[in-house]
């Protein structure tokens, strides 16, 4: 099998962490992001991966060809000379989609969610149209482009965008599988998959709903990160509680607590709920962690408070100091002692000596 995961640009979304790491390899739960990814889709039997980019940043090939090496599979980069949009990367990878008569996987790389890409695979190939869309429940299905099904059938009817009137709670959670001749479909110009291809293929009645069991979210921007992160966990809680900090260490405080093994705890902390601390991170005497990400090599110092906040690679944070309302510190950021940072986002090797009460962006 195959699969196109759609990278796009520079993930601007992300700053000031993707400009020191290009997004799909920025540390989520302590793992690229595209890692979690990859280990499901070669569960399923992918062996083929294209990454879709409109730049090919060499530090991500190098990496990549560790995991080609790692799972036995190839990668390849399919670098767009203009955005195509969310169609236009699949004809423009028709080598590797349509070589073979198997079915492919498409995916945004900002996706999180627990990826059933074995059950929907099985799904897609029993119900023998051209594509399945994952999709997930929301409570406000106002804000979202609605999926609506024909009466008693998986099969998509039509598409409604930000409905007034309740028409359903499904939306597309932007990961699918395809046979491939929806290839036939698609010509190599700028497409949007959603608006021009989806419509056409449910008035062919070639186009099917697989509902999501458990959480989803798009981490491409710092509070949705942050977000993810918490369901992320939540999740892990469920099913593989022995990743997580026992609650039974006494830094663990509310739960839901994932530490790398050679990340080093201080006295008197309060860790938790939700809280990711990277490898080799250093915690500080009575340091207080809630609902936060610390990167590899961070150094939270005594007595300090983090809170909705991410801290960056190699970043410090003084004594005393507090991080909050959605804070995120680039790459080799350094906070004085006794400094309140709010919803600030301080880009690389810069170094904070007094307090920043506004949110804003710190160059």
Known sequence: MKALILVGGFGTRLRPLTLSVPKPLVDFANKPMILHQIEAL??????????????????????????????????TFSVEEEPLGTAGPLALARSVLGKDDSPFFVLNADVTCEYPFET????????????????????????YGVIVMRSGSTEIDRFVEKPIEYVGNRINAGIYIFSPSILDRIELRPTSIEKEIFPRMAADAQLHTFDLEGFWMDVGQPKDFLTGT????????????????????????????????????????????????????????????????????THVKDFAWVKN?????????????????????????????????????????????????EPGIVM
Request: charged share 20%; proline share 5%; net charge negative.
């Open 42 to 75: 070669v569960k399923a039997g992918v062996t083929d991966i294209v990454l879709a980019v409109n730049y090919k940043p060499e530090v991500m090939v190098a990496v990549l060809q560790k995991y080609e090496e790692m799972f036995g599979i190839t990668i």
């Open 120 to 143: 929907m695979r099985d799904f897609h190939i029993a119900h023998g149209g051209e594509g399945t869309i994952l999709a997930t429940k929301v409570e406000e299905p106002s804000k």
């Open 230 to 297: 918490c369901l992320y966990l939540s999740s892990l809680a469920k099913r593989s509680p022995e990743l997580l900090a026992p609650a039974s260490e006494d830094f663990v405080y509310g739960g839901n607590v994932l530490i790398h093994p050679s990340a080093k705890i201080g006295k008197g902390c309060k860790i938790g709920p939700n809280v990711t601390v990277g490898p080799n991170a250093i915690i500080g005497n009575g340091v207080c962690l809630q609902r936060c990400v610390l990167m590899e090599g």
């Open 309 to 357: 906040s991410i801290v960056g690679w190699h970043s410090s944070v003084g004594r005393w100091s507090r991080l909050d309302g959605v804070t995120v510190l680039g790459d080799d950021v350094h906070i004085a002692d006794e400094v309140y940072v709010n919803g600030a986002s301080v880009l690389p090797h810069k170094s904070i000596s007094s307090n920043v009460c």
